[in-house]
């Protein structure tokens, strides 16, 4: 054990000392304080957040919720998805923006019987796109998700037979394709995608469907996004709702 974790351990112990020196007569309350504190300490010295899981919910959850970095985001993905069928919502899901499909294979999980469609370039961000970023001083990062492709995406998917590889830029990718969607997520980090992307996808979601966007409370990075969304909710009247997750995601509902 190191020397933080000698720390943390001594200091949750100091906890639960005082708590018996003076008495503490509701040991459900006392519990939540230690916890509450060890969350803290935690944080403060690791940089990390611990969460209790959602054990009150009455049945089981899926699985793969506990198996990716960002818990709230990938819970959040398997709560709506029970809604969505608890509530008979037809149509089929979409990701725009999959790059290495790590969020796009928990999409598929979550929705077994339904035709995902994986939209992207594969080769990264589009040169038009990049110098809008520039000139509006939106992005402030040069990430290069070009480090994919369409087979490495796809041996991530359990249900490999749903998936509709759409690769090209979007929306031109999208053009002729009738479909209607239940669910969609927009992870594609800037502007002028983000906003291509909504106003191609809301129109088409059902009622009852659901869009992520990622990014939107990104700050550091990619600034556009928040634009985006805020430009298009405003123009058609739609309410949102900001996410705890690790990117700070959005989710708008139909």
């Given amino acids: 054990m190191n020397k933080q974790s000698k720390n943390v351990t001594s200091d949750v112990t100091n906890i639960a000392q005082r708590g018996k020196v003076y008495g503490e007569k509701k040991p459900f309350t006392f519990k939540r304080k230690i916890a509450a504190r060890f969350n803290e300490i935690i944080f403060k010295k690791f940089g990390i ?4 899981l959602m054990v009150v919910i009455g049945r089981q959850r899926a699985g793969y919720i506990y ?4 818990y709230f985001r990938v819970s959040s993905l398997e709560l709506i998805a029970y809604e969505i069928y608890a509530n008979t919502v037809s149509g089929n899901v979409a990701e725009v923006g999959v790059f290495r499909g790590d969020f796009a294979k928990n999409i598929n999980k979550a929705f077994p019987d339904r035709k995902l469609y994986l ?7 589009d040169e038009k796109d990049i110098q809008l970023e520039t000139k509006n001083n939106y992005s402030k990062d040069g990430h290069d998700f070009s ?3 369409t087979e490495l995406v796809l041996r991530k998917m359990l249900h490999r037979e749903n998936c509709i ?3 090209g830029y ?6 002729g394709l009738e479909d209607t969607f239940s669910f969609v997520s927009i992870d594609v980090d800037l502007y002028e995608p983000t906003y291509n992307a909504l106003y191609y996808f809301f129109p088409r ?7 992520f966007i990622h990014d939107y409370n990104d700050g550091k990075r990619y600034t556009g996004v928040k634009e985006a ?3 298009y909710c405003k123009e058609n009247k739609i309410p949102y709702f900001p996410l705890s997750d690790n990117c700070g995601s959005v989710i708008i509902m139909k």
């Fill in 229 to 231: 969304v805020l430009k």
């Fill in 170 to 175: 979007f929306p031109e990718t999208a053009e």
């Fill in 119 to 125: 939209f992207d370039t594969f080769e990264g961000f």
């Fill in 165 to 167: 590889v759409k690769k």
């Fill in 67 to 70: 198996n990716d970095s960002d």
């Fill in 49 to 52: 957040v611990m969460c209790r």
């Fill in 205 to 211: 979601l059902q009622h009852g469907g659901y869009i």
């Fill in 147 to 149: 480090g994919t492709t």
